[in-house]
């Protein structure tokens, strides 16, 4: 017998609504397995992407076994959600992710911070500032090759912690605000960490008694005036070419001061002999 169209349609549609009913319903038997499933083992994994040591698969684990051995307990018991919060309290750590797969392991993917400076204030007090402008304590046990920057700092870390880094950005935009100094000092360091040759050639940032910057680079005996992050593009522009087409001539041990203030100047001050 020939079905109408409008018949099989509806059979149709009721052998998708059934297939899709049993996928459902496997999915979900699948599931209520693993939430019964022990843990059996845990898997840590850390990102070496950017090459840090701040934390080990032991300090990670430590951080899992936190609410009590997670080895042996049902998978549905185990609050991931939460252990990734209580692995975010570490200091070094910038993400994690918990999840477990059908074998009954837990796994725990964590990525490291990247600090790109590391301040030296007037208390005599050190912290870093990683990619993300977030502030970090120093560690003990690993010190990262990030830039110094050091001089007339006055910001604490417990200071810089508490208060809202994005607030602190904002003002940098307001034409009426001074910009921060911590700002400052990030925003040059975030520019130089993004060219590998200022990143090879820049030893130390110096905040001077004026609240300007300097830099220290590691070939020559020459300090370097940025004065304040503005126009930095055209600033080490100028930079470059007086590297190629001054000091390449003259030597790089003639100079003592490259002030880069000054709109379209690059103003040299010559060591006396």
Known sequence: MKL??????????????????????????ANHKQQQLLCSTVDIYIDDAVNHEFIDQHDILSLVNTKGNVIGKPLG???????EKIILTNPYVEQAEVYSSIDGTLHADVLQRNPIVRIVNMHDEQFYIDQQGKFMPVSDNYTPPAIVANGYIFNTYAEMKIQDYAAVQDTATDSLAVPHMINQVYK??????????????????F???????????????????IGDTANLDDKFARLM???????????????????????????????KM
């Open 188 to 205: 040059l360091a975030s520019f130089i960490e993004k060219d590998s040759f200022w990143t090879a050639n820049t030893e130390q940032i």
């Open 77 to 83: 018991e185990i609050n991931t959600a939460l252990l």
């Open 207 to 225: 905040v001077n008694s004026s609240q300007e910057l300097e830099l220290i680079p590691r070939i020559g005996n020459h300090r370097i005036i």
């Open 4 to 29: 109408k169209p409008k018949m099989r349609q509806i059979l149709v549609m009721c052998a998708w609504i059934i297939a899709t009913g049993t996928v459902f319903a496997l999915l979900g038997f």
């Open 241 to 271: 070419v007086f590297y190629k087409e001054g000091l390449s001539k003259t030597g790089w041990n003639n100079y003592s001061v490259i002030n880069l203030k000054f709109r379209d100047q690059v103003v040299c001050t010559k060591i």
